[in-house]
């Protein structure tokens, strides 16, 4: 969510995201919307050829279409722009009109701040939050309320964290990063040694967490410190709610990990790789840059670059096709075989 | 967790859930316990024919039972009713034994409560929880500590909020609705735009979310904010825990989410869909009234309305029975097969 | 995490966990490291021979060795202790040198501690932490910023509650549990009764939650209350993030249950069982002591002592192996398949 939009002018927009305003470049635009529930002030854009008709008919002040279609929008009545790519001009002008909530700079009074921890200019902290001994926090930092900031911690400039955040000792935080609600990052990896008699003592969880500048983390997702090593997410990296990252994994910048995914320990994703949703990586396991996976992959072997798997074990995607498309006819696979079995039989007997 | 129960006569519970008491109707219960378990004052339940040796040596003060089955709990000597649906009477005698415990209204000193939100009459606000500014609180609803109402949120009457839930802003709830510690509405939806050097920006997500009446959400569960639009969970709802709720998703009213469910944005349940634990929804797909998934389920294509699917990909439950049996057979299938290209080869040498 | 360490002598540490201190049983190690990263104050250890020539070359003041292989550390200038488990040996010696923080014994001045609470000697309540009503914490235990302690909780003696725990009313915890950030004890379970109307009304969820001595929860985990009866983790199991355990769920005493596992209501683990992350297990589905589930399996029947199983549906481990062996030739199954029927074919054309 975001504060009130201020209006700007639809070439002030184009501009921004390098398009052109083939009319109605003076409009003013205060809002994003769909096609669908656009009114007065509001920017909205296609992309899919199908969907010109509706965008037509809708009643937004601005849309922004793919690069000469301006003239396919019939009946449109306010302003047009053509880009090369509408949904992510729409994105970039939606960063404008909707800008991130600032804060005013302000420590509310019952938040609990260390003596020695250090707020930058215009540092935001919320009723109830707490920042420990030795934690700094940049500039325009907003820590919203009943987060929970330990000692030591080191936040970037312009960071949100959403209500109920934990960041435990000793965690790194870059610029611009957006955790929501929930989320936890430092807490010990998962490490145990069993001994003779089958009682586990904890294999130390000491080490660090490095989260770099721009990423995003959904909801409740939990991000381990390393045991003896760090656990960093590399920067731009988004990562969606209820995503569990294990002690010492390595995550390249760009990444896009899809809700309730889990990459156990030290496993490593190269840049720019994509998990879908509820997909499972073992431990140790490297996912080569640009990889994707469908949802629900469970991976358990190294992934090279560029390639997409999927399934359970994880296969490359087609051979993974391949056997589902098989694994439909397999009932009637055992059906056929079994006749055939008879048919054979039956040569043989005519044989003898 | 409930208030200590006041105690009813079993005259007044089973006129309550329109059962019969057969004797004993003047006996007061002031509990529910499990057959195993009970004692004096306790009201249990039995439905299963195979355990009314069970609940007839038990020391409830009151069983009930089916119907015409009061004769078969063999020397027992408390009350006993008899009703259609023994589990469900017993469920409906605990709403009135067990109410949710009422907490007086009142705001806790530690509590920060907006100078513009609104509270209804008897509205309780725990320690340390936050209400932003233009909140709207029914009358009778609980906020437990350290929650974080935010601005602009309408939450309707009698609604209990655990503790440590978030509300981002402007979320809607209906009355009676019951969110357990740890939930978190209207966080951002997961939803970027790659630009050309790879760079993820967000898609705006500046839609609304509505709960509405007699909903139950799970602890430390997600349901995120619409991107342009409206997330919406049906009244009646009922989801379990660690369940992610994507973007712009539509439930429909009584259905039933088990634990670690996932729902990809925009997909849309119809009317008492059932989803076991762990299963996923792609995104956009639509799933019919009274259909049902087996627990990990992967529906990646629409699911007609009354059908039972399971499996990864999800298939009508017979087929994935059917194929999960071929399955099973699958490696003597391979062995089969080479035995039986041997005998084809034999036959075909001994023709030439 | 853990307090600055004092520094003990490889001697003391040897005797700690019995092991033989080959050269250097003077020196003095501050902390834990990896091979790679040690330094001078530094301990670390070697298990695996392929690893013996980074040990020598490495900067840790002292080595742990397997037994005999002290003279293996080619050009190894510290201390060198011999052991018979070396990884077991360095955890051990980790819980000396990096012990639990110990917080002073102090209620912050923004916790919320109701009057009739009893706080055994040097209990830490952190600040914006609730306490409720006849809650009872045993000496040394740790309650961190914003955590919420219900009524009538009883949490044993040095407990570490870390941010934003949640403890329903009436949850039992031994001795030194460790909670992490927003784990939630004792929430209700998940049970409904549908009606004939299709509306479900709440089985009574009024049991109880006990968590048994040196138990770890990881960050955002649930653990249910019973519905009627008791939800029980036995002794020394160790739980990761985000795992789900229903209500009445039977968990032995040292088991392991890996990062987004969920249990469904009323399943019994037996002693030591250990399952790998992202698995399901059936309600009221029982496993034996000792039995293991690879990551991501689907447990639907109850599984015997000392088994392995994996896959969905989980099956004995090597029957799930040469299930997914065939599996990858099903594909050319189909094929050869349909080779064959035309073989056959033709032989049975020959004869007529």
Redesign the interface.
Known sequence: ??QDAEGRTVAELAALFGGRAVKGGDAVVR????IE?AGAGDLAFVEDEKLFGAAGACRASCVIVPEGAAGKLEGFGGAVVEAA?P??A???A??VL?PPRRMEGHV?P?A?VAEGAQLGEGVYV???A?VGEGARLGSGTQV???C?V?RGVNVGRDCVL???V?L???VTLGDRVVL???V?V???G?G????AE???????Q?GAVVIEDDV?V???S?I??GA??TTRVGR?S?I???V?V?HNVQIGP?C?L???T?L?GSCRLG??VVLG??T?V?DHVRIGDGAMAA??S?IAEDVDPNTIVSG??ALPHRQSL??????????D??V??RK??E??EE??N??R
């Open positions: 969510m975001s809002r994003v919307s769909s529930a790519r949904k992510l729409f994105a970039l939606a960063e909707h509310h019952t609990a919320g009723a109830g707490s919203h309320s009943n929970v330990g959403r209500p109920n934990v435990y000792e000793g929501h609600a929930g936890v430092g807490a010990d998962f145990y040694v069993r001994d089958g009682v586990y003592h904890k294999f130390p000491v995003e959904g909801a409740n939990c381990d410190r003896l090593g731009g988004k969606d709610n209820l569990q294990g760009h896009i899809v809700g309730q889990g156990a840049t720019g949703g509820q499972a073992r949802a629900r469970a359970m074990p391949r056997e589902q498309a098989a694994l439909r006819r397999l009932p696979v055992v056929q075989l055939l079995q048919r054979v040569l043989e005519a044989k």
